[in-house]
């Protein structure tokens, strides 16, 4: 069975190709909450999320 590799930072995934992507975005974002927001690239056999930086302290400059 052909396989999806799954990245974000250190951690790669291995799920079946056929995942729907935005059932693996819900799933994804259950496990590392600062995924919720992420961005999503997906390329040949893989999906690579990326967190967004966040809005925390930008009033302080």
């Known amino acids: 069975m052909e396989q999806l590799k ?3 930072g250190d ?6 190709a056929d995942t729907n992507i935005e059932s693996l975005k ?3 974002a259950e496990n590392f909450p600062e995924l919720k927001e992420a ?13 967004k930086a ?3 302290g930008s009033h302080i400059i």
């Open 26 to 28: 819900v799933a994804m």
């Open 39 to 51: 961005t999503v690239t997906t390329g040949e056999g893989s999906v690579v999320f990326t967190a």
């Open 6 to 8: 799954v990245i974000y």
């Open 54 to 56: 966040g809005t925390k």
């Open 11 to 16: 951690t790669q995934i291995d799920v079946p």
